[in-house]
């Protein structure tokens, strides 16, 4: 946390969110192999997160507020699949968090049986327009279940991984499905998130005005202090061309021109 503020301070960011994983429930997670960095257990093809270290978390907050006080630095969490878990969403968020984000990490299982996370073997199993439009529905019904967060994120999630050698992502194939999902965000008075990991399609944002949004916000979802703001020049100039300015709140999200 604090070499990530240290980054912010060099790149001149004005402010920065440590919006932490919250995930409540095992995944079915069948390579067994946990990603670099991720504090996560796999034990018989099923991940288990521990909880969110939520007293740990907020005294580094603390700590380098006190040590970077040029920098607005915004304590937060990424809730995954918050509308699976009221109660535990709910006993998180009485701690108080900034920024809290919304996220569809996995399709609830055809079966009744464990979600299926959206891991790197998700293209293998199922036919890949059918996991956009899986991905999509769910991230509407969080939506329309849950108002437990402010920012949804990452709505081009599955398309990291979107299968090597196929015909490119084409969002234009999915517009029915984006625009209920960023409808059901504007009606609820939300912010969208511009996710950097991979560069959301801009007709995605000039969908998300046409329909009413309200605000965006952007993230570079780093887990690593070198990649803090990756791509945000390019995603601030889609912004603006998408028809979204940086507001009087200079530590604020971007709402519409
Ligand atoms: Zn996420």
């Given at each position: 946390m604090q070499r990530s503020c240290e980054r912010a301070v060099t790149l001149g960011l004005p402010s920065i969110a440590f919006t932490d994983h919250a995930d409540f429930a095992p995944w079915p997670w069948p390579s067994g192999i946990v990603p670099a960095g991720w504090r996560a257990t796999v034990t018989d093809g099923l991940m288990t997160v521990p909880p969110f270290p939520v007293e740990e978390y907020l005294a580094n907050v603390e700590r380098c507020r006190g040590m970077f006080p040029g920098l607005r630095i915004l304590s937060g969490v990424e809730l995954s699949e918050p509308h699976w878990h009221p109660t535990s969403t709910r006993d998180l968020l009485n701690r108080g968090f900034d920024r809290v984000l919304g996220s569809v990490h996995s399709l609830p299982a055809d079966d009744g049986g464990h979600p299926r996370a959206l891991g790197d073997d998700i293209f293998d199993v199922r036919p890949a327009a059918e996991v956009i439009r899986a991905y999509l529905a769910e991230v509407t019904n969080m939506i329309r279940t849950c108002?437990?967060?402010a920012v949804l994120a990452h709505?081009?999630?599955p398309v990291r991984r979107w299968?090597?050698?196929?015909e490119p992502f084409d969002p234009d194939a999915f517009e029915e499905e984006y625009r209920e999902a960023l409808r059901a965000l504007a009606d609820s008075g939300r912010a969208l998130e511009i996710n950097t990991q991979v560069p959301l399609a801009p007709r995605v944002v000039q969908w998300w005005r046409d329909v009413g949004g309200g605000a965006v916000t952007f993230g570079s979802?780093?887990?690593?202090?070198?990649?803090?703001?990756?791509g945000f020049a390019d995603a601030a100039a889609m912004a603006e061309a998408s028809g979204f300015r940086p507001g009087t709140d200079p530590f604020g999200m971007w709402p519409r021109a």
């Open positions: 108002d437990q967060f709505i081009d999630y299968p090597v050698g196929a979802d780093a887990h690593d202090p070198e990649t803090v703001a990756n």
